[in-house]
């Protein structure tokens, strides 16, 4: 089956701007969390969307949003762009429910870089 | 989620197994210890998972300790292309996040 997809994979925008990037989870799951990774700061969790409710949240500033739909493909926004903000954005999507031993494996699509100048 | 220790780097022979420690000491009765790993530039691959006892899949050997403190990652033969950083995380089963360290770079040389 698909995997995760991501799109677009590249993105420039200028300090000020907004973005919006998009993750299509596969087929099936239900549960899409975000992560930021920058070289400095590694792999940071930045929210998971759970049935189109944000389910966990971590330690980023209001600036970073998110959603998710009815299909389960989920979007993340960040406004007011910051240089900081340039890194890779990766979503992982896991079935994110009931028993099993793979409810909660994440397989992570290949990214957006965002790069701010 | 249960802080995770692993070296920074280490090295293995083409075709030799791979040992990668991680030591989870604070770990709670209900986390399980998750592995992935990264190859450059590419989102992070998940390999295995367990709570207490150990686990084989396809990819990987997963060793946890009796007191579930450290467990050891095995790569059995290992090639060129696990050359990877590789990610220890305990976490609760029904937790979407997972709180990445910095990982264990593993460079396989021929």
């Known amino acids: 089956k698909a995997g995760v997809t991501q799109t677009p994979r590249y993105l420039i925008k200028t300090r000020g701007q907004q973005v919006t990037l998009s993750c299509s989870p596969i087929?099936?799951?239900?549960?899409v969390s975000w992560y930021q990774q920058t070289p400095g700061q590694g792999l940071q969790f930045l929210f998971e969307?759970?049935?189109?409710?944000?389910?966990n949240k971590g330690n980023f500033p209001g600036r970073f949003s998110g959603r998710q739909f009815s299909n389960s493909r989920s979007e993340m926004n960040v406004s007011t762009l910051e240089l900081g903000d340039s890194a890779l954005y990766l979503c992982?999507?896991?079935?994110?429910?009931?028993?099993?031993?793979?409810?909660?494996?994440?397989?992570f699509g290949p990214g957006t870089r965002l790069t701010v100048t | 989620d249960a802080k995770t220790t692993q070296p920074p780097s280490m090295d293995c022979a083409e075709g030799r197994a791979a040992n990668l420690p991680c030591n989870h000491s604070?770990?709670?009765?209900?986390?399980?210890v998750y592995w992935y790993r990264q190859i450059h530039s590419q989102g992070p691959q998940y390999i295995i998972h367990?709570?207490?006892n150990n686990e084989t899949n396809e990819m990987a050997s997963l060793i946890i300790t009796e007191d579930r403190k450290s467990s050891t990652l095995i790569l059995p033969h290992a090639t060129l292309r696990d050359t990877a950083v590789y990610y220890c995380?305990?976490?609760?089963?029904?937790?979407?996040?997972?709180?990445f360290g910095d990982g264990t770079t593993l460079t396989v040389k021929p």
């Open positions: 367990g709570l207490k």
């Open positions: 995380i305990a976490l609760v089963a029904n937790a979407g996040k997972s709180t």
């Open positions: 992982a999507s896991s079935l994110g429910s009931g028993s099993g031993y793979k409810t909660y494996e994440q397989y």
């Open positions: 087929s099936g799951h239900r549960s």
């Open positions: 969307y759970f049935s189109e409710t944000q389910r």
């Open positions: 604070t770990i709670s009765g209900n986390e399980y």
